[in-house]
């Protein structure tokens, strides 16, 4: 009822407005600033497991399969470790290789998606070390990984997962930092730089809540759209993934995501003015490039919505509407750009009449493979 959604219409706002609380939960005790490191309870006792590890394989499903994406890309770029994220469907039943010393994370918002505990309990059998990254407290995947750690973001009721995708990229983050501190690929400026980027998010989320109205201004202009890109690049495609997926599953309005640049190799033809392209654009090292993906999509009477740095004077001028986010460490851009396009889904299925808590055919958590 009305009191447990704390007086918003749906569960999917609430967890959407709570986020700079659950992102400071997620991090609660464990970042060490001066150290440039983390203090990660769950992982303790495993630093043997955790410095001889020769690759990661990460399994999820859904929106956990997005930040399991991001985790990829976190562990590759900061820590240097080769990893795979892999949807745990497949991973299943396509005799995957898994060497000893590998390292299998089971991203799962529930701990209880029966995709994702069949392909930790292939991985485990096949020699490998599991870890949990769960928000549910006591579930399945978190009592037969062998060590992990919980997200504390609260229950997530809305079926769009939404608080739980950004708290995951935060332990994520962390995982990696230890990672990378632990085996000497991070150092400890860098690993600095990171947990003062990760201290700053919960206000910066809450800046960027704030534009609320402007964002359901937005969605009264697009609702009516049938089909919906987002583009992005390096640690900003997860997020057109993740930015596609709320719209479709609330919405039921088609979307895709993309990687920015590849889109010249086929969704380009898709594209003209009726063609809402979102480009989560902000200042990172990528920039540049994604900048030149923007031009392209203009050059076919594309309409353009950027997420962009709140500092950018380039790019108000060229795309139709701007979304601007404050600036941070680029390995964390995903998050905060994540939040506006949540918004954005919510108010289009809002004003479609959709039922945002309960979307048709979907299951908040889904135990039969
Ligand atoms: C279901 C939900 C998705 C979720 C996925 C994985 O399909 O509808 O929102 O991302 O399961 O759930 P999990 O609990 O394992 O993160």
């Known amino acids: 009822g009305e009191v447990e959604r704390g007086g918003y219409d749906h569960f999917m706002l609430k967890e959407i407005m709570e986020q700079p609380s659950t992102l400071r939960e997620t991090m609660r005790g464990r970042l060490l600033e001066d150290e440039g ?6 992982l303790t006792g495993m630093d043997d497991e955790l410095r001889q590890a ?16 991001i985790g990829e890309y976190l562990l590759e770029d900061i820590a240097r470790i080769p990893t795979e994220v892999e949807y745990a469907s497949e991973f299943r039943y396509r005799r ?11 991203i799962s918002q529930s701990g209880e998606t029966a995709d994702t505990l069949w392909a930790m309990r292939e991985a485990k059998q096949q020699g490998a070390t599991t870890l949990g990254v769960v928000n549910a407290v006591g579930g399945t995947i978190p009592r037969e990984t062998d060590a992990g750690i919980y997200l504390h973001a609260g229950p997530e009721i809305g079926v769009a997962s939404t608080k739980a995708f950004t708290s995951q990229v935060v332990v994520l983050t962390m995982m990696t930092i230890h990672l990378g501190r632990l085996r000497g690929t991070l150092s400890q400026s860098r690993g600095r730089e990171i947990v003062r980027a990760l201290r ?7 800046e960027i809540l704030k534009m609320d109205n402007e964002i359901r201004a937005l969605a009264e202009q697009y609702k009516d759209s049938k089909n919906f890109l987002y583009l992005g690049r390096g640690y900003n495609f997860p997020a057109a993934l993740e930015g596609a997926l709320k719209l479709k599953e609330i919405s039921y309005i088609h979307a895709e995501g993309y990687p920015a640049a590849e889109m010249k190799h086929g969704p380009i033809a898709l594209i003209d003015e009726n063609m809402p392209v979102v480009v989560i654009a902000p200042r990172d090292g990528v920039y540049d490039k994604v900048r030149s993906n923007i031009d392209e999509v203009k050059a076919r009477g594309g309409c353009i919505i950027a997420v962009v740095s709140e500092d950018d004077e ?7 509407h701007v979304i601007r986010i404050p600036r ?18 919510y108010h289009i299925a809002v004003l479609r009449g959709a039922n945002v808590d309960q979307p048709r055919n979907l299951a908040k958590s889904v135990t039969v493979e």
């Open 37 to 42: 490191s983390v203090k990660l309870g769950g």
């Open 54 to 69: 020769k690759r990661v394989v990460i399994l999820g499903c859904g929106t956990s399969w997005h930040s399991g994406l």
């Open 96 to 106: 995957a290789v898994v060497e000893p010393e590998t390292l299998a994370i089971a």
């Open 200 to 206: 700053q998010l919960p206000e910066q989320v809450a």
């Open 314 to 320: 380039e790019l108000a001028g060229v795309v139709e």
């Open 328 to 345: 941070t460490h680029d390995a964390l851009t995903p998050i905060l750009a994540s939040i506006p396009l949540q918004l954005l889904a």
